[in-house]
C-alpha cells in the first residue's frame, strides 16, 4: 500500500509527508495497542461486582503483609473486557519502606509458560512447528535420550538406576502438556539426583549462557518417564523455548516481543529488567534462593521459556484478555479460536493422571496445552466455572482465567516457600464480591418474632469451601484421616502441607516429605486416590508410614486417624440483645457477612430474614420433615447459597 500511494506523489513533497506518515502509523499502532483500558472502572456494579466485596482483597492482602507472609501484593480483576479492580497494597522492597504501585513489576517465573507454549501454538497454526513431531526434528541432540528406571535390590535395599531406550520419541505436544520425561531437580528421585550433581543449574543457568547451551546440557541426563506415560513438571517449557528458536530463526526474546508483546502492548514484559524500569521491580522474598537465571536485574542472553519473564498485572491482564477474546485483542489476531480452544480443554489421555494445579485436590483438574484446567467442580476446593484455566510462579505469581463468566483474575506476590496457601483466599475474595441480580433494593415490611422461634435459628451452618453463587461445589464434609495435602511423584506420594492441628501435624510431617510406604505396601505406582484411600480409616487407628525426607534416611512415623473437617464458608447465627445476628466464622466471608462483624437480620416472616443494609443479603431458614430447622439459604433463587447446619447450640 505505500509504494502505491508514492507512486502519485511528487518526490519533493514525499520528503516532507513520509515523517508524519511514519508518525501517523506509529500513533496509530499504540492506539490500537492500547486500546483496551486498564484503568479500573469507576462502577464494579456495572460489571456485577459489590465495591465493598472487592476492597476486602487489599484487606485481607494486608494482614497477610502485617504477618509477615509477604511484603506487598498487586490485585487485578477483569471482566466483560474492563478492569474492575486493580490495586497494590504494601511494599515492593522486604524492609517495608518503599510503597507498591499497581505498575509494579514482578519476576513472574512459571507464569511464563503459558507465554511460550502460545507462541509456539502461533509457529503450530503457521505450519512451522508440528505438534506430532518428534522433538529431535528440531533439536537433534535429543535423538537417543535414555529413561532412568530406578529399581530397588530386595535384599540389600538399595536402589540403582538403569537406562532403557525411548519407546517412543518425545512429541513437541509432549513438551506442552509436560508428558516429555523431562522433570525439575527437587525431589529424591535417581534422575533428580542426577539433575542437581550435574551442574546443569549452577552452570547452564549463567545468564551470558544461551537457551541452546542449557537445552544441551539437559539432553545428556536421562529422562525420569517414557515420553507419553506421565504427566510431571519440569523443564519440557525451556526445551520448548529452545525449539522454537529452532522453527522461528529468531531468538526467543525477539520472536515473543515481536509476535506478542509489542503487538499486545505488553510494554514492561520481558527477561529482564532495564534501568530505567528498576524502581519498580519488587524485591525478592526474604530466604529465597536466587539462582542465577532469576537475576532478572541483569541483561542476559539465556532465554527460559519455563520461567524467565518479568511482567506487570496491567500487561498480564492484556495476554490474559487475548485469550479470552478467543486470540484477539484490539485488533491484533495471535491466535485462532480453534486453537485456544485446543489450549485450554484436556489434552490428557485418560491413563495420565495430571498431579498438580491449584484447582483443589489433585486429581480434580487437568492440563491443556500450557495451562491448567478445572474439570470438576463438585470436588474442587476452589470456586470457578468448569473450564477455567489458571496457573502460577513459583514465588506466588497466580493467574486464572474463567470464559462463562469472562474472568480475568491475577494476583503477583512474591513469597518462598508454600504459596499455594495464598491462592485460595484470593479466589474466594473474587467471587464472593460478585452481586447477586435483583437483591440491591432494600425490604420496608417487618415481623415480629418471639423468643423461641428465634432460639430455633440459632447455630453455625456451612456453606462449603466456596464463597461464591457462581459455584456448584459440593460442600465439606468430615473424612477420617491424617491431614494433609499431597500429591503422587514418581518416586512416591509428596506431602505438600499438613493442615493446621491435624494428625500430620501432630505426628511432626512436613512439606516436602515422601511417603514412600503406607503400611507396609509402597506407594510407588500408586495413583492418588489409591493413596487417599490408604491413608483414610477409622477414627483412633493408627497407619505406620516410611518416610522419605530431604539429607535424612528413611524414618518411620505412626499417625493415629482423626476426623479432619476442612473449614470453608461458615456463617454464625445467634442472638444478641434480642435480636437475630449473623457472623461469618470460617476462613472466608460471604455476601454482607464478615468475621468479627455480626450483621443483624430483620424478619421479614418468621422463616426468611434480610441485611438492612449493604447488599441486602436475604436469609431463608430452612425445615426438615420432622420440623427442624436443618438449613440456611442465602438469596434464594437460580444463584442461591445454600448452607447445611452443623453445630446446634443456645445463644
Request: no cysteine.
Amino acid at each position: 500500500m505505500l509504494s502505491l500511494i508514492s507512486r502519485n506523489i511528487p518526490k519533493s513533497l514525499w520528503g516532507r509527508i513520509v515523517p508524519t506518515f511514519v508518525v501517523l502509523i506509529a500513533v496509530f499502532a499504540m492506539w490500537r495497542a492500547f486500546a483496551y483500558d486498564i484503568a479500573p472502572v469507576s462502577d464494579p456494579g456495572a460489571l456485577e461486582f459489590s465495591s465493598s466485596r472487592l476492597a476486602r482483597i487489599a484487606a485481607w492482602q494486608q494482614t497477610q503483609i502485617d504477618a509477615g507472609a509477604f511484603s506487598g501484593a498487586v490485585a487485578a480483576i477483569a471482566r466483560n473486557g474492563k478492569v474492575a479492580y486493580l490495586r497494590a497494597a504494601g511494599y515492593r522492597d522486604r524492609d517495608k519502606t518503599i510503597p507498591l504501585q499497581p505498575d509494579a513489576i514482578f519476576w513472574i517465573a512459571s507464569m511464563t509458560k503459558p507465554v511460550t507454549s502460545v507462541a509456539a501454538m502461533m509457529l503450530v497454526e503457521e505450519g512451522r512447528l508440528d505438534l506430532a513431531a518428534p522433538v529431535h526434528r528440531y533439536l537433534p541432540e535429543f535423538k537417543d535420550m535414555m529413561v532412568g528406571v530406578e529399581t530397588t535390590d530386595p535384599a540389600s535395599g538399595q536402589s540403582r538406576l538403569t537406562l532403557e531406550p525411548q519407546k517412543r520419541p518425545m512429541t513437541v505436544e509432549d513438551l506442552l502438556r509436560h508428558t516429555s520425561g523431562l522433570v525439575y531437580e527437587g525431589g529424591n528421585t535417581a534422575v533428580q539426583k542426577l539433575y542437581r550433581e550435574s551442574g546443569l543449574y549452577d552452570t547452564g543457568l549463567a545468564r551470558d549462557g544461551t537457551l541452546n547451551d542449557f537445552v544441551s546440557r539437559l539432553a545428556r541426563l536421562p529422562l525420569a518417564h517414557q515420553p507419553g506415560e506421565v504427566w510431571e513438571y519440569g523443564h519440557s517449557a525451556d526445551v520448548l523455548g529452545r525449539v522454537i528458536e529452532v522453527a522461528s530463526g529468531q531468538p526467543l526474546d525477539r520472536f515473543l516481543d515481536s509476535r506478542l508483546f509489542q503487538p499486545l502492548g505488553m510494554i514492561d514484559t520481558g527477561f529482564w529488567v532495564p534501568p530505567e524500569k528498576l524502581a519498580r521491580l519488587v524485591d525478592a522474598p526474604a530466604g529465597a534462593r536466587i539462582r542465577p537465571d532469576r537475576d532478572v536485574t541483569k541483561p542476559t542472553t539465556l532465554f527460559s521459556g519455563g520461567g524467565g519473564l518479568v511482567s506487570t498485572a496491567a500487561d498480564y491482564l492484556r495476554f490474559g484478555q487475548m485469550l479470552l477474546n478467543n486470540g484477539e485483542l484490539d485488533g491484533a489476531r495471535i491466535l485462532s479460536p480453534a486453537t485456544v480452544h485446543r489450549m485450554t480443554t484436556n489434552s490428557l489421555p485418560p491413563d495420565i493422571q495430571f498431579a498438580g494445579g491449584d484447582m483443589g485436590p489433585r486429581g480434580s483438574a487437568t492440563f491443556g496445552l500450557g495451562f491448567g484446567i478445572r474439570s470438576d467442580a463438585a470436588s474442587s476446593w476452589v470456586p470457578g466455572s468448569v473450564g477455567s484455566f489458571t496457573w502460577s510462579g513459583l514465588w506466588g505469581t497466580y493467574f486464572w482465567i474463567d470464559p462463562a463468566e469472562r474472568l480475568i483474575a491475577i494476583q503477583l506476590i512474591q513469597v518462598a516457600g508454600d504459596f499455594d496457601r495464598f491462592t485460595r483466599p484470593f479466589r474466594n475474595l473474587t467471587y464472593g464480591a460478585f452481586l447477586v441480580p435483583d437483591r440491591g433494593a432494600p425490604i420496608s415490611a417487618t415481623a415480629a418474632i418471639d423468643q423461641v422461634s428465634l432460639d430455633e435459628l440459632v447455630g453455625k451452618y456451612d456453606f462449603g469451601q466456596s464463597s461464591s453463587s457462581r459455584d456448584r461445589m459440593s460442600p465439606a464434609s468430615s473424612f477420617f484421616g491424617i491431614g494433609a495435602d499431597i500429591e503422587t511423584t514418581s518416586g512416591g506420594a509428596r506431602i505438600l502441607r499438613p493442615l493446621d492441628n491435624s494428625p500430620a501435624a501432630e505426628a511432626g510431617l512436613k512439606p516436602g516429605d515422601i511417603i514412600k510406604e503406607i503400611d507396609g505396601t509402597p506407594v510407588k505406582g500408586l495413583t492418588l486416590s489409591q493413596v487417599i484411600a490408604r491413608l483414610r480409616g477409622p477414627v483412633n487407628s493408627q497407619t505406620r508410614l516410611k518416610i522419605s525426607r530431604a539429607q535424612v534416611d528413611l524414618i518411620e512415623i505412626d499417625v493415629t486417624r482423626a476426623p479432619i473437617y476442612i473449614p470453608g464458608v461458615e456463617l454464625q447465627v445467634k442472638i444478641d440483645a434480642g435480636n437475630l445476628v449473623a457472623e461469618a466464622t470460617g476462613p472466608w466471608p460471604i455476601l454482607d457477612f464478615e468475621k468479627g462483624k455480626p450483621v443483624r437480620l430483620k424478619a421479614i416472616s418468621g422463616s426468611e430474614f434480610h441485611v438492612d443494609s449493604g447488599d441486602h443479603t436475604r436469609i431463608t431458614f430452612e425445615r426438615d420433615s420432622s420440623g427442624k430447622v436443618a438449613s440456611a439459604v442465602l438469596n434464594t433463587g437460580p444463584l442461591e447459597q445454600r448452607g447445611r447446619l452443623v453445630i446446634k447450640r443456645a445463644s
